[in-house]
């Protein structure tokens, strides 16, 4: 049975990453990257370009990122792929918050390599 400091701090990190995801939709819409309101097909596409630009930024030697040189350019490309992501979530008010922590519960669960050979 979950205690009290348990559940509220899972109930602190949904609001937490509810924000974020409100947030991120927020600044997409008005950017104008929602015109039409794009397909969800779309949107992964754009999370596949973060990704493409993830290993780009690997064979590239890491550098600092052109807009923010505090990071490295593959921690940059990584919180444009979670950005994306919650943007997605927040177009289609999908509970992503609650399905992550859910997620990371039940991998925690998992046997070793999920009980399968790789």
Not at 5 to 22: P, S
Not at 43 to 53: G, P, Q, Y
Not at 63 to 75: E, G, M, N, R
Not at 93 to 107: Q, V, W, Y
Request: aromatic share 8%; proline share 4%; hydrophobic share 40%.
């Amino acid at each position: 049975m979950k205690n009290t400091t348990q559940i509220m701090r899972k109930k602190q990190l949904i609001e937490a990453l509810a924000e974020l995801q409100r947030d991120a939709h927020e600044i997409a819409v008005v950017h104008g990257w929602w015109e039409g309101k794009r397909s969800k097909a779309e949107a992964v596409l754009k999370m596949h370009t973060e990704l493409s630009e993830l290993v780009q930024a690997w064979e590239q030697g890491n550098p600092a990122d052109k807009h923010l040189p505090q990071y490295p350019s593959d921690v940059v490309e990584l919180a444009d792929l979670c950005i994306r992501a919650f943007d997605l979530a927040g177009a289609y008010e999908m509970p992503l918050a609650e399905a992550i922590l859910d997620k990371m519960g039940f991998n925690r669960g998992r046997p070793y390599r999920h009980g399968k050979e790789f």
